[in-house]
Protein backbone atom coordinates (compact mmCIF):
# COMPACT_ATOMS: atom_id res chain seq x y z
CA UNK A 1 0.00 0.00 0.00
CA UNK A 2 1.02 3.55 -0.36
CA UNK A 3 0.10 7.10 0.78
CA UNK A 4 0.11 10.77 -0.55
CA UNK A 5 2.04 13.12 1.06
CA UNK A 6 3.27 16.54 0.70
CA UNK A 7 6.60 17.97 1.60
CA UNK A 8 7.04 20.23 4.37
CA UNK A 9 10.43 21.05 3.12
CA UNK A 10 12.67 19.93 0.76
CA UNK A 11 13.68 16.31 1.17
CA UNK A 12 16.68 15.73 -0.28
CA UNK A 13 17.85 12.44 -2.61
CA UNK A 14 18.18 8.99 -1.16
CA UNK A 15 17.40 10.65 2.46
CA UNK A 16 15.33 7.43 2.97
CA UNK A 17 16.03 5.02 0.37
CA UNK A 18 18.58 4.68 -2.50
CA UNK A 19 17.45 5.82 -5.70
CA UNK A 20 14.73 7.90 -4.10
CA UNK A 21 14.17 11.38 -5.66
CA UNK A 22 13.70 14.57 -4.18
CA UNK A 23 11.29 16.35 -3.66
CA UNK A 24 10.44 20.14 -3.30
CA UNK A 25 8.93 22.10 -0.76
CA UNK A 26 5.26 21.56 -1.12
CA UNK A 27 5.51 18.62 -3.74
CA UNK A 28 3.05 16.33 -3.85
CA UNK A 29 4.13 12.66 -3.87
CA UNK A 30 3.18 8.80 -3.03
CA UNK A 31 5.37 6.72 -1.04
CA UNK A 32 5.11 2.93 0.20
CA UNK A 33 3.16 3.06 3.92
CA UNK A 34 6.44 2.16 6.00
CA UNK A 35 8.48 5.35 4.33
CA UNK A 36 5.51 7.56 4.46
CA UNK A 37 4.86 6.81 8.16
CA UNK A 38 8.47 7.54 8.50
CA UNK A 39 8.34 10.94 6.80
CA UNK A 40 5.45 12.34 9.19
CA UNK A 41 7.00 10.95 11.78
CA UNK A 42 10.15 13.13 11.00
CA UNK A 43 7.82 15.74 10.25
CA UNK A 44 9.39 16.57 6.36
CA UNK A 45 6.34 15.71 5.21
CA UNK A 46 2.64 15.24 5.78
CA UNK A 47 -0.72 13.24 4.57
CA UNK A 48 -2.44 15.04 1.44
CA UNK A 49 -6.10 14.85 3.09
CA UNK A 50 -7.47 15.72 0.17
CA UNK A 51 -6.58 12.50 -1.79
CA UNK A 52 -7.58 10.81 1.58
CA UNK A 53 -10.67 12.67 1.18
CA UNK A 54 -11.54 11.87 -2.17
CA UNK A 55 -10.46 7.69 -1.87
CA UNK A 56 -13.13 7.96 1.59
CA UNK A 57 -15.77 9.40 -0.35
CA UNK A 58 -15.54 6.87 -3.37
CA UNK A 59 -18.83 4.55 -3.60
CA UNK A 60 -19.17 0.97 -5.00
CA UNK A 61 -22.13 -0.87 -5.91
CA UNK A 62 -22.95 -3.91 -4.13
CA UNK A 63 -25.96 -6.47 -3.68
CA UNK A 64 -27.01 -6.99 -0.09
CA UNK A 65 -27.17 -10.93 0.62
CA UNK A 66 -29.34 -10.42 3.74
CA UNK A 67 -31.83 -7.80 5.62
CA UNK A 68 -30.05 -5.13 7.50
CA UNK A 69 -29.37 -1.71 8.39
CA UNK A 70 -28.13 -1.73 5.24
CA UNK A 71 -31.42 -2.01 3.31
CA UNK A 72 -32.89 -5.41 2.22
CA UNK A 73 -31.58 -8.73 0.40
CA UNK A 74 -31.03 -8.15 -2.83
CA UNK A 75 -30.98 -4.55 -2.86
CA UNK A 76 -28.65 -2.72 -4.75
CA UNK A 77 -26.50 0.31 -2.40
CA UNK A 78 -24.07 2.44 -2.44
CA UNK A 79 -21.08 1.97 -0.01
CA UNK A 80 -18.22 3.58 0.60
CA UNK A 81 -14.84 1.53 1.14
CA UNK A 82 -15.13 1.17 4.95
CA UNK A 83 -18.38 0.17 5.24
CA UNK A 84 -18.17 -1.95 1.76
CA UNK A 85 -15.03 -3.97 3.72
CA UNK A 86 -17.52 -4.40 7.15
CA UNK A 87 -20.53 -5.51 5.12
CA UNK A 88 -18.14 -8.34 3.31
CA UNK A 89 -16.67 -9.92 6.40
CA UNK A 90 -20.25 -9.80 7.97
CA UNK A 91 -21.31 -11.90 5.15
CA UNK A 92 -23.87 -9.20 4.00
CA UNK A 93 -22.65 -7.72 0.91
CA UNK A 94 -21.32 -8.78 -2.57
CA UNK A 95 -19.90 -5.98 -4.83
CA UNK A 96 -18.75 -8.48 -7.76
CA UNK A 97 -19.98 -7.32 -11.26
CA UNK A 98 -22.07 -10.42 -11.38
CA UNK A 99 -23.81 -10.25 -8.13
CA UNK A 100 -24.67 -6.70 -8.79
CA UNK A 101 -25.32 -7.29 -12.64
CA UNK A 102 -28.14 -9.86 -11.45
CA UNK A 103 -29.27 -7.83 -8.61
CA UNK A 104 -29.96 -4.89 -10.87
CA UNK A 105 -32.73 -7.08 -12.84
CA UNK A 106 -35.08 -7.64 -9.97
CA UNK A 107 -38.02 -5.84 -9.48
CA UNK A 108 -37.25 -3.65 -6.95
CA UNK A 109 -33.89 -2.62 -8.15
CA UNK A 110 -35.69 -0.93 -11.64
CA UNK A 111 -36.63 2.33 -11.80
CA UNK A 112 -40.42 3.15 -11.08
CA UNK A 113 -42.39 3.70 -14.20
Not at 41 to 54: E, F, G, N, T, Y
Amino acid sequence: MSKKLIALAAIAAAAYFPNQPAYAEAEKFEMDDDIADRMVSDQVAKLDDAADAKAATKLTKARLLVDSALGNANDVVELDAATLKQAKADSLADNSKEAVAYALTLPQNKPPA
